[in-house]
């Protein structure tokens, strides 16, 4: 969490971050937050509501599967060519994170998407993501800058639906 002091002596708090972070040679992270005026369990509720996913989200259209720690799952997101599907064991901590890591084709991916209580009626959400190895189709860093935006896209798009589900959130 960032602050600083306006002119004014008000306190401005960053609502929003997204950055991708060169870790070594062939090793990329995205880190994403963004705070939402909402519970943390309402929060929750909106992100794993994978049904209505697909009506506000941009792209992770959700996920089919047991939602239970190391079950076998798919992920599916919509990056602007149609929908795609790919297999991946979850890691989940009920109300709190659920993630995957898995390999693609050379790069491993470790996908986390975290909630975490600021107060009684504001969240803080997380999407962090690191991308490992080589492949000939692309890089780590390609990678970590097309995702990044996705990923601050999608954020915004849940941080809506959480405001306009819960209104007395705010």
Known sequence: LRTSLSCRGLLLVEMEKAETICVAANHHRVQTEITIEATQSDVWSVLTDFKAMPNWSPSFKGITGSMSD??????????????????ATLKLEQGASFGWSEDYD????????????????????YQTDAF??????????KLSEFYVEQYAEFNRALKAECERRFPSSK
């Not at 076998?72 to 990056?79: A, K, N, Y």
């Not at 490992?132 to 860093?141: L, R």
Request: no cysteine.
């Open 70 to 87: 190391g079950a076998q799952v798919t992920t599916l997101f919509d990056l602007g060519d149609g929908v795609e599907a790919y297999q």
């Open 106 to 125: 050379g790069i491993r991916d470790n996908h986390l998407y975290i909630v975490e209580r600021v107060s009684e009626m504001q969240t803080k959400f």
């Open 132 to 141: 490992i190895g080589q492949a000939d189709w692309s890089t780590t860093e």
